[in-house]
């Protein structure tokens, strides 16, 4: 299974990007879809999540400003990115989980100036 994230780029502060991922070869039809960052000097953290059915979830310092969604048919996750703060510069990263199985993407840098 390989992951693509694109969509990272430089952003003024109270801008929006959106990223994707897509991911491709033998893939479990039921799995959970994430985002994750991790800033300089920082931990990895999850931003969010989806499940093949929708269900989803996102860390507390991005409700209300990021939107996560999937496409099952192309087997691709999204992040919309609204009103981005300097915080949230770091890279993002997609994984695809299920059963014991995790893969990554190669992370996408996102930049917001302030």
């Known amino acids: 299974v390989q992951l693509q994230a694109s969509g990272g780029g430089l952003v003024q502060a109270g801008g929006s990007l959106r990223l994707s991922c897509a991911a491709s070869?033998?893939?479990?039809?039921?799995?959970?879809m994430s985002w994750y960052r991790q800033a300089p000097g920082k931990q990895r953290e999850l931003v969010s999540s989806i499940t093949t059915g929708g269900s989803t979830n996102y860390a507390d310092s991005v409700k209300g400003r990021f939107t996560i969604s999937r496409d099952n048919a192309k087997n691709t996750v999204y992040l919309q990115m609204d009103s981005l703060k300097p915080e949230d510069t770091a890279v993002y990263y997609c994984?695809?989980?299920?059963?014991?199985?995790?893969?990554w993407g190669q992370g996408t840098q996102v930049t917001v100036s302030s």
């Open positions: 994984k695809l989980a299920y059963g014991l199985y995790n893969y």
């Open positions: 070869g033998r893939i479990f039809s039921i799995n959970i």
